[in-house]
């Protein structure tokens, strides 16, 4: 089964240097994960001040600035993976770096038929 762990922290949580190691031992992990056979996915975002919310409300589109809520911990990046089971999921998740300092959110993917294939 397909899982996505979405990683929220606090962005002014982090140093840059702790940003840094963070990234170097995400990427440490999702290498033995892609040994495993697990690795599908996964990303740091950028800062939320990046961030472009787009709502379309009775035919108009609003396009704003930033997060579509305000929240003490921010959505920073994501692993896509390939688990057994939660139980296999919530084991890759308590290794992700960050979740030392914010919350890993497990979702299963819903797939769908007839999506376009990766490259």
């Not at 922290?9 to 992990?29: H, I, K």
């Amino acid at each position: 089964m397909k899982y996505m762990l979405l990683i929220y922290s606090d962005e002014n949580a982090w140093t840059e240097s702790e940003r840094e190691n963070c990234y170097a031992d995400s990427v440490q992990l999702t290498q033995q994960l892609y040994a495993n056979g697990q690795f599908l996915g996964a990303s740091p975002l950028h800062s939320v001040s990046t961030a472009t919310s787009v709502r379309v409300r009775d035919g108009k589109k609003l396009v704003t600035d930033g997060p579509f809520a305000e929240t003490r911990e921010q959505l920073g990046g994501y692993f896509l993976i390939e688990a057994q089971d939660l139980d296999e999921a919530i084991a890759i998740a308590r290794r992700i770096p960050s979740v030392s300092k914010g919350t890993v959110e497990i979702r299963p993917i819903v797939e769908l038929s007839g999506l376009p294939l990766d490259k």
